[in-house]
């Protein structure tokens, strides 16, 4: 991740007491802001990996050697880790030593290269395994492709498909999924369907997760139309929709304000028996959320039927409700556990977000603490929304407070933050202290970018007017 990138982990404890206008609120629960593993959990990993280091180096003086399958089982471990470097320098020591090499163990090298976007030492790995008169499996190819797909060089996985297919290679389900997920994360929708074609010539049958990825795009760039074809198609070919199908067609639906188009949805996926979970829930919070939806919300819930009713109808009329009339109903998070569909971080970005943004950050403040309460970790979006509410509202020592802190901790806040905290600074007329933080900001190497900028070119307008 680049300097300014959000961290998305959890963050240590917060002493903070936020203070209400009528009483004091403290967080009843610490503020979870812990690193992603527990003190004990980093403890036993770092010593699973200098163990599986110290194994490798008995191994390597060993008398008679270990056979391959030893080597490949810790160097195995190492990748599934995340410790590419380590895994590759072992193996040099290894090959060092007169250790021969089989193709599991180019699959590993080949995958830390990819994991390290070394697509450049990938395939030079890939010229020696022609050497050593070995073949290249499917998982060598899959893993050659994924590195090209994760290195945003997905014209390239396209060349060497085209350039494998020639040679005779025959690829499976696996190997299309990841050139049609990286042409789809590109916007490129027609060549991922065309692909699908392809596979079709090649007497391999896309599966659900291929037709669930290029629907769930075509649902995102407002294609209904292609969406509702390749929805056919999967039923016509005897594949049954899964889980990101339906939220696919259901999000398209809802963005376009098809609410009973998404109703019929909703309801096909809950004949078929597929339970929604929390992702379909976000959707349906987030699009009411931002249109203030409470009819349509009822019409999507479907409110004859009263296992739909009892789970979400009342917690989608608490968010409605909370933009239509300004009010807060008590525990719109822990209703939503209660019913059996446990709120994740997202849910709880989306609500308190619209709460600030209807400028209500008691109600936000009261939802962030149900929000620790229940366990869920917030993430830097979550501080952000939170501190830009704070500036608003004109809490902003407490917005600061929360600020000092991470910066005090060491944690990398992004541009994001800074900006709002220039912001609320500015709003105040503290330019003289925007200034300062924004000079803070450039020490922390995290540049500043146009939305920075115009919040500061706006502070110094306002200033100049004020002299006049």
Known sequence: MRSCAARRCAFPHLPLCIRCSSSSIILSSPFPLTPKFFAHSQTRDVNSFHDSIASFIRFLHQHPPPSILQINKILGSLAKAQHHRTAISLFAQAEFRGFTPDLFTINILLNCYCHLDDMYSAFSILGKIHKMGLQPDTVTLNTLIKGLCIGNQVGEAWDFYDELTAKGFQLDEI????????LCKLGKLRSAIKLIRKMERHSIKPNVVIYSTIIDRL?????????????????DQGLLPDIVTYSSLIHGHCSKGQWEEANWFLHEMMLKGIEPNVYTLNILIDVFCKEGKIIEAEVILGRDDEMWRETYCCNLHFVNGWIRKNVICAGPVDDMHDSGVAPDVVTCNILLHAVCKSQHVEHGIALFQQMVALGVQ???HT???LIDGLCKGYRLNDAWEIFEYLLSKGYRVNVYTYSIMINGLCR???????MTLLSKMKEKECLPNSMTYRILLRALLGKVRMIE
């Open 175 to 182: 190997s299309y999924g990841t050139l049609v997920n990286g």
């Open 428 to 434: 105040q007329g503290l330019f003289d202290e925007a």
């Open 383 to 385: 501080l952000n929304v």
């Open 378 to 380: 917030p993430d830097l």
């Open 219 to 235: 649902c995102k760039y407002g294609h209904i139309v292609e969406a509702h074809a390749l929805y056919s198609e999967m039923i």
